[in-house]
T-cell receptor, first 118, second 114 residues
Framework: GAVVSQHPSRVICKSGTSVKIECRSL??????MFWYRQFPKQSLMLMAT?????????EQGVEKDKFLINHASLTLSTLTVTSAHPEDSSFYIC??????????????FGQGTRLTVV | DQQVKQNSPSLSVQEGRISILNCDYT??????FLWYKKYPAEGPTFLIS?????DKNEDGRFTVFLNKSAKHLSLHIVPSQPGDSAVYFC?????????????FGQGTTLQVKP
């Protein structure tokens, strides 16, 4: 099956600093990737759609200047949490679907990144 | 506005019995539904999906039923095994092609007791 790798799996940073999270599709190409956030005991909430070679599309209520998304290649999307604050502490997960429609149409998720801002 | 709802936060069943997880949705534009299994501190793992043109899809021990008129779907696991213990998320998608853009329910924690 398709594999999506996310790095780092866990990061602790100081308030005010920036953190970059990488999402890679290891064995398929993905023109579109998605970033989700999950707070404790809550559902996964879509933050933004990452589009290769163009600007990301953000969901309502998500600050695009705070959560910078770059999708520079067909296998890599990055999410940078800028000027992180404790309330940004959460579990961030990326997903991708193969551009090749011959594969299954379900989305494949990375392992997630636990961000703790102190 | 919770468009996908899983009203049961938890479910406990005995090993070997059937587990039934329920999901309701409000948006009639949803045309593809998926179930994911998730362990703490890990990403969701795909289990099974169903298109809105079907009312049932079966894969081994997992069967998903869709009732479009009631805007309701359910996941049946039979027989349940202790390894099935996890959080199960129902997710929906609208519009073909963009299947990664999912709206998730709140999740149901399933505990299968040996």
């Amino acid at each position: 099956g398709a594999v999506v790798s996310q790095h780092p799996s866990r990061v602790i940073c100081k308030s005010g600093t920036s953190v970059k999270i990488e999402c890679r599709s290891l064995d398929f190409q993905a023109t579109t990737m998605f970033w989700y956030r999950q707070f404790p005991k809550q559902s996964l909430m879509l933050m933004a759609t990452s589009n290769e070679g163009s600007k990301a599309t953000y969901e309502q209520g998500v600050e695009k200047d705070k959560f910078l998304i770059n999708h520079a290649s067909l296998t890599l999307s990055t999410l940078t949490v800028t000027s992180a604050h404790p309330e940004d502490s959460s579990f961030y997960i990326c997903s991708a679907s193969p551009t090749d429609r011959a594969m299954n149409t379900e989305a494949f998720f990375g392992q997630g990144t636990r961000l703790t801002v102190v | 506005d919770q468009q996908v709802k899983q009203n049961s936060p938890s479910l406990s069943v005995q090993e070997g019995r059937i587990s039934i997880l329920n999901c309701d949705y409000t948006n009639s534009m949803f045309d593809y539904f998926l179930w994911y299994k998730k362990y703490p501190a890990e990403g969701p793992t795909f289990l099974i999906s169903i298109s809105s043109i079907k009312d049932k899809n079966e894969d081994g021990r997992f069967t998903v039923f869709l009732n479009k008129s009631a805007k309701h779907l359910s996941l049946h696991i039979v027989p349940s095994q202790p390894g099935d213990s996890a959080v199960y998320f129902c997710a929906a998608n609208k519009g073909s092609g963009n299947t990664g853009k999912l709206i998730f329910g709140q999740g149901t924690t399933l505990q299968v007791k040996p």
